[in-house]
């Protein structure tokens, strides 16, 4: 039964890397295909990158100051939970500080970069 399915799996790999030699067509005319990042050049492509990323920070650090928060309004007096929620909201409170200030850096950066002229 081992040397069967070896025997099959061979034939597959063979098969898959033999096959697309029989495939020989070839497009008559040149085709352009669309972006689909949507830039138009490597800056604005950097720019939607970056931008996502820090979205994504700044809603992690969103879900922090919840967190924080839960932690906090369920403590009971638990002198350890309410310092542990506490510390936990300041740190998120200075992470989405740290996200805004980084965000506005990159716009200030980005549009120094895009609008200046090339040579």
């Known amino acids: 039964m081992h040397s069967y399915l070896k025997k099959i ?5 063979l098969f898959s890397v033999f096959y697309p030699l029989n495939v020989l067509a070839q497009a008559s005319e040149r085709v352009d295909l669309p972006q689909p990042l949507g830039g ?10 970056i931008e996502t990323i820090l979205g994504l920070v700044g809603v992690l650090a ?13 403590s009971a007096g638990k002198k350890e939970q309410v310092e542990k929620g506490k510390k936990t909201l300041v740190w998120s409170v200075l992470g989405l500080a740290l996200v805004a200030f980084s965000y506005a850096i990159l716009q200030f950066v980005l549009n120094v970069l895009i609008e200046a002229p090339v040579n």
């Open 62 to 74: 969103l879900v922090m100051f919840i967190y924080g928060g839960i932690l906090w309004m369920t």
């Open 40 to 49: 138009k050049d490597v800056s604005s492509l950097a720019a939607q990158i």
């Open 9 to 13: 799996i061979y034939i597959f790999i």
